[in-house]
């Protein structure tokens, strides 16, 4: 059973302000990810309470970084079901997780960050070890 949209569109909001684009099928979330995509931050959105009080914070706070992903992309648990699925079907062995955050090169993983890394820590740290990905893995924007 999916959650209502009335209760869960504040909570895309709190990414899409950041200009996180939202892939609500299979075949967006293909297209986001595909092989030739750049650098990707994929965040599985959910209604819990550390998505909303650390990992969406997280990710403005991280998008403000001079190293940012080509793209950053979000599905959400328990909504966007299907896109979902697909998501953790592109990472392999990694057990669902959500809130959690993937970092895609030309469509495929090279960073993860699921929710006991996100509980643990506040937004800041999180934002921190976000950007400390890009350092590694995008490349700066130029201003």
Do not use: W
Request: one cysteine or more; a neutral charge.
């Amino acid at each position: 059973m999916r959650y209502p949209e009335q209760l869960i569109a504040a909570m895309r909001r709190d990414l899409t302000q950041y200009g996180v684009v939202e892939t609500r099928t299979p075949e967006e979330v293909d297209r986001t990810l595909s092989p030739d995509s750049g650098t990707v931050l994929m965040i599985v959105n959910s209604v819990c309470g550390c998505a909303a009080g650390k990992a969406r914070p997280a990710v403005g706070m991280a998008l403000q970084h001079s190293a940012r992903p080509d793209k950053v992309a979000t599905v959400f648990a328990g909504a966007d079901l299907e896109a979902v699925a697909r998501v953790r079907e592109l990472l392999p062995g990694v057990p669902p997780s959500s809130p959690s955050m993937a970092l895609f090169r030309d469509g495929r993983p090279v960073f993860m960050l699921h929710r006991h890394e996100i509980e643990t820590r506040q937004a800041p740290e999180i934002a921190q070890v976000l950007a400390q990905a890009f350092d590694r893995y995008c490349v700066p924007v130029k201003q």
